[in-house]
């Protein structure tokens, strides 16, 4: 397979935590695999585009964030087990969404342009009372 694969959605209370995994052990496209990339974590809620909301460098040493999750969320990687993480705590409902990671990602986080690697079907995250 060419997609990651997320994991670890589910339906969570406001002010509540959940950690996103996104497995890239089975990524590979031509010669790179997951170490060689830059990640993204992205999330489309209901009615709305894509958003891209942190990405994390190739070797973890420097991640981003939109300003709606900085502070909330941390982004991180473990490339040894070819694994991003997105740790998200104080959630809100608003952060209501399916939510995607991707590679391979620009510096201001966005989509490579014309990158022929597919999107993965993303976990559920469900912020509600």
């Known amino acids: 397979q060419l997609q990651l694969v997320e994991s670890g959605g589910g339906l969570v209370r406001p002010g509540g935590s959940l950690r996103l995994s996104c497995d890239g052990s089975?990524?590979?496209?031509?010669?790179?695999?997951?170490?060689?990339?830059?990640v993204g974590w992205f999330r489309q809620a209901p009615g709305k585009e894509r958003e891209g909301i942190s990405c994390?460098?190739?070797?973890?040493?420097?991640?981003k964030y939109v300003d709606d999750v900085k502070g909330r969320f941390t982004i991180s990687r473990e490339n040894a087990n070819k694994t991003a993480f997105l740790q998200m705590n104080n959630l809100k409902p608003e952060d209501t969404a399916i939510y995607y990671c991707?590679?391979?990602?620009?510096?201001?986080?966005?989509?490579?342009?014309?990158?022929?690697?597919?999107w993965g079907q993303g976990t559920q995250v469900t912020v509600s009372s």
């Open positions: 994390i460098s190739s070797n973890g040493a420097t991640a």
């Open positions: 089975k990524f590979r496209y031509q010669s790179f695999t997951f170490h060689h990339y830059a």
């Open positions: 991707y590679l391979p990602v620009k510096e201001d986080c966005t989509p490579m342009p014309g990158s022929p690697l597919p």
